[in-house]
């Protein structure tokens, strides 16, 4: 059974850092691209960052961009979401998503992931 699971969210200060994992069983996600996504109360849901099966491309909404990191460590089978100076804007449910998108691309649209997390909230406030 492919199932995803996030964690590392929580409640962070203004100008903090988190670090958002995202493991996987049942599969292994080396194969795989990876999305972040992120979805505020009221608000749509929101691609943050995504990673390659090849690691070779990465994707980051202008939003996050400098301050997210997006890695893989394939020995662990996991994807991280490195955050640095959050904002109060970041607050929201954190996603991680895979699906079989060429080795080359991935893609910030949810519609062209398969699998989903269940979330982590993050939430940033002093």
């Known amino acids: 059974q492919v199932q995803l699971v996030e964690s590392g969210g929580g409640l962070v200060q203004p100008g903090g850092s988190l670090r958002l994992s995202c493991a996987a069983s049942g599969f292994t996600l080396n194969y795989y691209a990876i999305g972040w996504f992120r979805q505020a109360p009221g608000k749509e849901r929101e691609g943050v960052s995504c990673?390659?099966?090849?690691?070779?491309?990465?994707y980051y909404a202008d939003s996050v961009k400098g301050r997210f990191t997006i890695s893989r460590d394939r020995a662990k089978n996991t994807v991280y979401l490195r955050m640095n100076r959050l904002k109060p804007e970041d607050t929201a449910v954190y996603y991680c998503?895979?699906?079989?998108?060429?080795?080359?691309?991935?893609?910030?649209?949810?519609?062209?992931?398969?699998?989903w997390g269940q979330g982590t909230q993050v939430t940033v406030s002093s």
């Open positions: 990673i390659s099966s090849s690691d070779g491309s990465t």
């Open positions: 998503a895979t699906g079989s998108l060429p080795p080359v691309y991935c893609s910030s649209r949810a519609l062209e992931y398969d699998y």
